[in-house]
C-alpha cells in the first residue's frame, strides 16, 4: 500500500457513516448476543483463542454479523479477505482461493475468507469453495439474513458451525446511542450532544433491534441540529422521530394506553367490526407490541368470543399465534391481521366460558358428589366387585351411537351448564342434539 492508498483508507474511514465506525474491534466491545458470544460459549472461545472453524452467521440485518467479521480479523493470525456475494463472482473467489493456497503452501498461514450475504450465491459458486473450506485452504465466514438451511449448499453447511444472531435488545441499542455520543474517537463526542430519556427510549424502541438504524438515526439528528444557549445539541422526541422516519404515538407497553387499546383490539373482534379490530391492530404493531401478546389475546378471543359458533376460529387463531412465533416481523403482521379479520366476522357465541365458569361455580360451592357407580373404572383390581362399571351403555351400541343413560352425579340431575347459543355452527349442535334426545325419549 503506497502513501495515496493510506490516506483514501484513512479519509474513507473517518468520513463512512456512524454505524461504520461504532463497529466492535474487539469481543469487549460487542453489544448482545450473549447466546453465544457469553465467555463460556463456545464461539467466545474460539474467537479468544484463534481456534475458529468455518462458520456462518444468520440474522435479522443489524444485529453485527459484520461486525463480528471484523472482531474475528481483529483476533486472528490469519490472513483476512472479505468479498460481498451481492457483486462478487467467481473469479474473485478464485484470486482469494490461489493467494490462500500460496500462503498455505509457502508459510502453513491460512486464509479467512468472509462472504457477505452468502445466500446472493448460485450453487455452483458455492460448490466451488467445498474443497477448499474441507482441506482447510480458507476458513469460511458466511453471514446471511436468510435461514442457511434454505440458502445455502448442504454439503457447505455440514462443514460449518451454525449460529443465529437475534435482534438486539432494546437495552442494547440504548447502550449503543450512548456509547456513540460520548465516543470521542469514532463516535460523536466532540459534539457535546446529549438526548433526552424520552428520546432515547423512543430511538431505542422503534429501531426495531436494528443497530445500523438507530446509529443513522442519531447521527442524522446530530449532525442537523443546531446547537442551543449552553452550546450543547440537544435531541428530542421530536428530533428523534423526524431522523427515524417514525412518527410518535403515545403508546407506553407499561401504562394505560397498552391496556385500552389491546381492549379496544379484542372489543372490536367481540363486536364484529373487522375494520376497527384491523385498526388498533395496526396501532399496536406500529408501537412496537409484542406480537406474540397480540396473537395471544387473539387465541382468548376466538375460544371466548366465538366457541363453538365457528370451531375453526381457534384453529386459525392458534395457527397464526404458531406462525408469528416462527416467523416474526414484519411477514408476521399479515398473520395476525388474518386471524384478527376471521374471529372478527365469525358469528359469536360464549357458550364455552358460560359452561366453564358455571360448573366450576357449582364445584367451588358445594360438597363434591361421587361419581355415578356405571361410570367409574371398572378394570382396576377389586373394582367390579364394589359395582364400579356395571351396568354402564356403551354409546355405541345405541341409536345414533347415544344412550339415555345418565352421567351427572344424582345431586345434580337435570342442570343445565352448557347452553348453546342458536349462533352458527353451534345452532346444527342444538339441532343434533335436540334430535338424538327426543329419539332416546329424553324430550
Aim: glycine letters at 6%; proline letters at 3%.
Amino acid at each position: 500500500m503506497d502513501l495515496f492508498d493510506y490516506m483514501k483508507d484513512k479519509n474513507r474511514e473517518k468520513e463512512s457513516p456512524l454505524a461504520s465506525r461504532m463497529r466492535p474491534t474487539s469481543l469487549d466491545e460487542v453489544v448482545g448476543q450473549e447466546h453465544i458470544l457469553g465467555r463460556d460459549k463456545l464461539l467466545y472461545r474460539a474467537i479468544k483463542a484463534d481456534r475458529l472453524s468455518s462458520v456462518i452467521f444468520f440474522g435479522p440485518p443489524g444485529t453485527g454479523k459484520t461486525s463480528l467479521a471484523r472482531v474475528i480479523a481483529a483476533s486472528t493470525s490469519c490472513e483476512f479477505r472479505q468479498i460481498n456475494a451481492t457483486s462478487a463472482g467467481k473469479k474473485d473467489m478464485e484470486d482469494v482461493v490461489t493467494e490462500a493456497q500460496k500462503l498455505y503452501g509457502g508459510y502453513g498461514r491460512r486464509t479467512m475468507l468472509f462472504i457477505d450475504e452468502i445466500h446472493r450465491f448460485n450453487k455452483g459458486q458455492q460448490d466451488y469453495l467445498l474443497p477448499f473450506v474441507e482441506d482447510g485452504t480458507v476458513i469460511l465466514i458466511g453471514a446471511t439474513t436468510e435461514n442457511p438451511y434454505f440458502e445455502v449448499n448442504q454439503a457447505l453447511l455440514s462443514r460449518s458451525v451454525i449460529f443465529e444472531l437475534k435482534p438486539l435488545t432494546k437495552e442494547n441499542i440504548e447502550e449503543l446511542i450512548k456509547r456513540a455520543l460520548t465516543d470521542e474517537k469514532k463516535g460523536l463526542g466532540a459534539y457535546h450532544a446529549v438526548i433526552d430519556d424520552d428520546a432515547l427510549d423512543f430511538l431505542a424502541d422503534a429501531a426495531n433491534g436494528d443497530a445500523r438504524a438507530a446509529l443513522n438515526a442519531i447521527e442524522l439528528g446530530v449532525l442537523t441540529t443546531e446547537r442551543e444557549a449552553d452550546e450543547r445539541i440537544h435531541i428530542d422526541l421530536k428530533t428523534a422521530s423526524e431522523c427515524i422516519q417514525k412518527r410518535v404515538i403515545r403508546y407506553d407497553k407499561d401504562g394505560d394506553n397498552h391496556y385500552d387499546t389491546i381492549s379496544a383490539f379484542i372489543k372490536s373482534m367481540r363486536g364484529s367490526d373487522p375494520d376497527a379490530a384491523i385498526y388498533y391492530l395496526a396501532r399496536m404493531l406500529y408501537a412496537g407490541e409484542d406480537i406474540k401478546f397480540i396473537a395471544r389475546r387473539i387465541v382468548i378471543c376466538a375460544s371466548e368470543d366465538v366457541s363453538n359458533a365457528d370451531p375453526m376460529a381457534l384453529v386459525v387463531a392458534t395457527s397464526a399465534f404458531l406462525a408469528v412465533e416462527r416467523i416474526g416481523m414484519p411477514e408476521s403482521r399479515i398473520m395476525l391481521a388474518q386471524a384478527a379479520a376471521y374471529v372478527a366476522c365469525a358469528p359469536k357465541s360464549n357458550s364455552a366460558i358460560c359452561a366453564i365458569d358455571d360448573a366450576l361455580a357449582d364445584v367451588g360451592s358445594r360438597k363434591t358428589p361421587k361419581v355415578p357407580a356405571h361410570l367409574m373404572d371398572a378394570h382396576y383390581k377389586g373394582a367390579a366387585k364394589l359395582g364400579h362399571g356395571l351396568d354402564y351403555e356403551y354409546a355405541h351400541d345405541f341409536k345414533n351411537h347415544f344412550s339415555a343413560q345418565r352421567y351427572l352425579p344424582d345431586e345434580l340431575a337435570g342442570t343445565v351448564f352448557y347452553r348453546l347459543s342458536g349462533m352458527g355452527y353451534e345452532a346444527k349442535l342444538e339441532e343434533y342434539l335436540h334430535k338424538i334426545r327426543h329419539e332416546a325419549g329424553l324430550e
